[in-house]
Structures are given as C-alpha cells and as structure tokens.
C-alpha cells in the first residue's frame, strides 16, 4: 500500500522503538484492569494484540511486536510499545500516526471499538518513557539506565499489591499498628503510629513498647541528681585547688611576718647624716629612730607607753613605713647628685 511505502526507508538508519497512546471512549475501567495478573487485564490485553497486530503488520515494513504496557483509567487508555526488527528511517514516527489514525477510523466500524483520534499520541524512543507510566501521586516514576525500562517506584510508606497502583501500608496492612495506635504517613519517613494518653503512650515502629509518666519522670530525678553530683565534685574540685595555690603563695610571701615588730626594728640606716666608721664609704650612714612600736618581745618598751599609744603605734605603724622609705629614697637621690664619690659607691653595690 502507499502507506507502507511510506513506512518502507529507503537509508536505513538506526533501530528503533516507537511509544503510543489511545484512548477507548466507549469501555468502562475497572481496578483490576491496575493488576496484570488478572483474568479481566489478560482478557483486554489479548483483545488489542489480535486487533492491532496484524494491522500493524501488514502496513508497516520491519515491524516486530508490539506490547501493552498498562492500561489507564479515562475512559481506558492503552498504553502500547512497538519494537522494529531493522533500522528504520527517522520519520516513521509520522507513518506509525498515519497507520493508527486509519485503524481509529476504521474500528468503530468493524469491531464496535470507539477510539478517540485525537487522544492518539506517538513518541520515539527519545521521548521520555515516564510519560506512558500509569504512577499515581504515591509513586515516582524512575528509568533503568541501562535498559531505559521506565517503572512506578512507591514512596515510602506505600505498596503496590498485584500492580495495583500504590497505597498506603495503613490501608494495607489493618494491624499494622499495636495497641490502638493510629497509623500516619510522613512523607519521606513512612508510616509512623503511637497512641498517647494523659500520663502514658506507646513508641516503636509498631507501638509496641509501653512508657509511662512515672518511668520518665524517675528517669529525669536520676539525670538531674547525676548532673548535681558531677557539677558538686567539679566546685570542689575547683575550690581545693585554689585554697591550696593560695597557702602555698602565703608560705612563700617574704614580707608577711609572724610578729609585730620590735623597737630595735624600728631603726634605719640614713647615709645623708651616718658619721660612724664602716668600711669604705660607712661615713654616709647614719641611725635614726622610727616611731617606736610595740612588740611582745620587748616588754620593757612596753611599759613607757599607754595602751592609747600603742593602739595609735600599730596603726599608723604601716604607713609610717612607707612615708620614711620614700623619704631614705629622696636623701639617696639628692646625696647622689651632690657627692660624686657616693654615687661611686651607690653604682658599685
């Protein structure tokens, strides 16, 4: 015929597989139509292999088989595949749209079959092979990528029984949960189920494990008395450590004395107004008495002074200290600067 003149290339180029869709108008779709195992599928798939085959034959060159991949609710689509045995040319994607519009027409009429032309829909083995899939909402459509095989992949938490398309393991699977717990689906976790009371509720994958408020909060009492104790030791700890660095530092300080000091301490060497005999440069110092001040080691000074005096003694004793060495520093500064033979002996000791 002309058309399978068309059909016939005369370059041949590569092999090639052609997808189509058409869609019955005047069939009604059932769920096991979704089961290819079922006697109603097998039944309907046979019927189009005798129809279509050898019309496909007898106007297309090369052609080899042809098969249903699924059927689809609306009225019924039929979703095919049709696989030549030599390369055929680029175009006969177009023939093969010709050759199904001529079967459309011609089968309401011979076979009482109403397809709708204008449902037709031929890709190449280009097109993606996802869109002759029947996936519901529940699936993902992934290609094998090596044998560029398309199929439904359930999400997680959904099943697909006897090709049916998927649904939820709560649907399924009646007693999935344990316990009452009612079943939930997460999207991208799965189904999940736990009933939860007052003071009590059920975890685990399937609710079978029981937990009560006075289990947790025996849990929580014990975390919190662990957590003081670890945190008292770390404060003792802590406090040891620094009541020992402290002793240590009063042991080793030099200027803490045990004792007041006596009267003989409270003498200094003057170097602006010494006279005595010392050896080398002795002549620069000079003794002068301090405020006096009272010692336990001295009881003889004791008893010159009041007990007001001593009092006043004590005190001020500290700051009378600090007064004199800032002015024994001032006559060394000056006596420095006045005598070139004591800032010999100041540069040498």
């Not at 344990?178 to 009590?200: H, M, S, Y």
């Amino acid at each position: 015929t002309e058309q399978a003149s068309i059909a016939m290339p005369t370059s041949p180029r590569r092999a090639l597989i052609v997808f189509f869709s058409l869609r019955v108008t005047n069939m009604v779709f059932s769920e096991d139509l979704f089961n290819k195992s079922s006697p109603e599928y097998k039944a309907l798939e046979q019927r189009f292999l005798e129809l279509l085959v050898p019309y496909l034959q007898s106007n297309l060159s090369h052609f080899e088989n042809l098969e249903i991949l699924n059927f689809r609710n609306g009225s019924i689509v039929v979703n095919s595949r049709m696989k030549f045995v030599k390369p055929v040319a680029r175009g006969v994607t177009s023939t093969v749209y010709l050759i199904l519009e001529d079967f459309c027409n011609t089968a309401y009429q011979t076979m009482n079959l109403a397809i709708d032309k204008y449902s037709l829909d031929v890709e190449s083995d280009q097109a993606d092979p996802c869109k002759f899939q029947a996936c519901n909402e529940y699936a993902e459509c992934k290609v094998n990528r090596w044998s560029g095989e398309a199929e439904c992949v359930c999400n997680a938490g959904y099943f697909s029984v006897d090709g049916l398309p998927c649904q939820s393991i709560c649907e399924l699977q009646g007693d999935f949960c344990l316990n009452d717990g009612k079943c939930d689906i997460i999207p991208g976790q799965g189904a999940i189920c736990c009933r939860v009371g007052e003071n009590w509720w059920y975890r685990g994958e399937h609710c079978e494990e029981y937990v009560s408020e006075p289990l947790v909060v025996g849990i929580a009492i014990a975390s919190v008395a662990g957590f003081l104790f670890v945190a008292s030791g770390v404060l003792f700890f802590l406090a040891r450590t620094l009541r020992d660095q402290y002793d240590k530092e009063e042991s080793e300080d030099p200027i803490r004395v045990e004792s007041l000091p006596s009267l003989e301490r409270a003498t200094k060497y003057n170097p602006m107004y010494e006279s005595e005999a010392t050896t080398g440069y002795s002549h620069y110092y000079r003794r002068y008495p301090e405020a006096a001040m009272y010692s336990s080691a001295s009881p003889e000074a004791s008893t010159d002074f009041s007990s007001e005096e001593i009092r006043h003694i004590y005190e001020n004793s500290e700051l009378t200290r600090e007064l004199q060495e800032i002015q024994d520093r001032i006559r060394i500064i000056e006596l420095y600067a006045k005598d070139r033979q004591f800032a010999d002996f100041v540069r040498q000791h």
